[in-house]
């Protein structure tokens, strides 16, 4: 295996060049560190190499994909059937949700209207594939199969059927990277659905709680409670379902209450995620308008 | 000649390509934390046979990759990993002699600092970290080193025994 002759063959490394060179490198990834912590100077060479990691992440990719492939173009004629007719039935319960939907969003506009408030407009979404998560446990961040090329930019909502799931950090030119809701360094504001309490929702490193630290021990919130984006953060539109209060615990003594959420989003187990693009007319391009529903009506 | 070096080189970087994309593959949330740092063992063992081809160079570039694809500061991964090789290829050949029990302590130490890198600087960027969850790729790469070293012991008679 490792025999002591292979040393005549290979002559140790003279120890100062080793060292040197060292040296030399290790000065140059603490130089990148801090640069890369305070300044976004190194995005373009992120960028640049991060395209050359892509082909990395196909491959990587493949199998499930290849997988999945399979497994949809070998499905027998009956499992289609019962799956088509599952469809239908879905499709149904959302169109029927949708007219509901659509009355309540006329009478929105009208009523804004006649507050002379400006109304909502609707976003642009589209379906962006998850091709892989990090493999750090303390950072939640996902790459997605959308990139620059596609109108992706930094900071954009990233959403699924069931709520929000987390943020664009990094818009490459074919794909991107995203942090989700759950990463300890993302906090998001929210707002209590029932009474339109503010509050920051922190992520806490698990991907089934978010914290909500903010809250005094006298704030109206209860379990059950629905958190929505509240859009006063810029990155997120407003309206939005992201978590679900589960346990609110009032100590006397602290000045705040703690508080933690369910995110309505099942964050380790989503395979697609939606791109949002906040105030741009809803073009209704294949999937775009479909999902669109699925996520805002949530009652 | 130099038809017969890339020859040599293609099982090396053939082998780095392959960790790299091990330690991308997404896994279950329950066994993702004792995902062996393959990249690592990966470079640990060329570093040690051929130190003067492969070591802190080459550590620092797969570094750099590693950080763009796990989306962490620029610099982490390339520093922790040039560290950790520069030991190896400084101690290649008391290495090369150890027994295989001894080569696995060596190499749980060696891991054990490159965690201690990373845990730090993610401290020193102000990073939330827990100290405690950076033992699980140590300890599977440990195990893995004694089946890892024979398998690219193999790959490596192999070429020179074809080229």
């Known amino acids: ?299 | 000649m130099s038809k017969d070096r890339s020859a040599r080189r293609l099982p090396v970087v053939f082998s780095i390509v392959v960790a790299l994309m091990l330690s991308m593959v997404p896994l279950p949330d329950v066994i993702d934390p004792y995902r062996p740092d393959w990249v690592a063992l990966t470079l640990i063992y060329w570093a040690m046979t051929l130190p003067r081809s492969y070591s802190v160079g080459t550590a620092w570039v797969v570094g750099i990759v590693l950080d763009i694809a796990h989306g962490t500061l620029l610099g982490q991964y390339a520093l922790a990993m040039c560290f950790m090789i520069y030991v190896t290829a400084k101690f290649h050949l008391q290495l090369r002699v150890f027994p295989l029990s001894q080569m696995t302590a060596t190499v749980f130490a060696l891991l054990s600092l490159y965690q201690f890198l990373l845990f730090w600087i993610n401290g020193v960027a102000g990073l939330h970290t827990e100290a405690v969850s950076y033992w699980g790729p140590v300890l599977t790469g440990t195990a893995l080193w004694p089946l890892l070293s024979t398998i690219f012991g193999g790959i490596r008679y192999r070429v020179r025994a074809s080229s």
């Open chain 1, 1 to 299: 295996m490792v025999s002591a002759s292979s040393n005549n063959q290979h002559r140790a490394p003279s120890g100062p060049a080793l060292g040197l060179r060292f040296l030399l490198l290790a000065c140059l990834s603490i130089l990148l560190l801090v640069i890369d912590q305070r300044q976004n100077y190194l995005d373009i060479a992120r960028k640049a190499i991060g395209a050359f990691v892509y082909p990395l992440h196909v491959v990587v990719d493949a199998p499930i994909s290849t997988w999945l492939w399979i497994t949809e173009s070998t499905a027998t004629r009956n499992e289609l059937q019962l799956e088509n007719s599952r469809l239908r039935a879905e499709r149904l319960l959302t169109n029927a949700r949708l007219q509901k939907y659509a009355a309540l969003e006329a009478e929105n506009t009208r009523l804004r209207a006649m507050l002379e408030a400006t109304p909502r407009s609707s976003d642009r979404i589209r379906v962006s594939e998850i091709m892989s998560v990090s493999a750090n446990p303390f950072r939640h961040v996902v790459v997605v199969d959308k990139g620059t090329r596609d109108g992706v930019f930094d900071g954009q909502a990233m959403v699924d059927a069931n709520g929000v799931v987390g943020q664009v950090i990094e818009a490459g030119l074919l794909s991107s990277q995203g942090i989700l809701i759950s990463d300890p360094d993302h906090a998001l504001p929210v707002e209590v659905n029932r009474n339109g309490l503010r509050t920051i929702a922190v992520g806490s490193g698990e991907f089934a709680r978010l914290d909500l630290p903010f809250l005094a021990n006298n704030a109206d919130i209860q379990e059950g409670d629905l958190l929505v984006t509240s859009g006063l953060g810029g990155a997120f539109p407003a309206g939005y379902p992201v978590a679900v209060v589960d346990a609110v615990k009032r100590i006397p003594q602290e000045p705040f209450a703690s508080v933690s959420a369910i995110p309505s989003a099942a964050l380790n187990q989503i395979r697609e995620v939606m791109l949002i693009w906040p105030g741009i007319a809803a073009e209704t391009d294949e999937t775009a308008s479909a999902s669109e529903d699925a996520g805002d009506v949530d009652e």
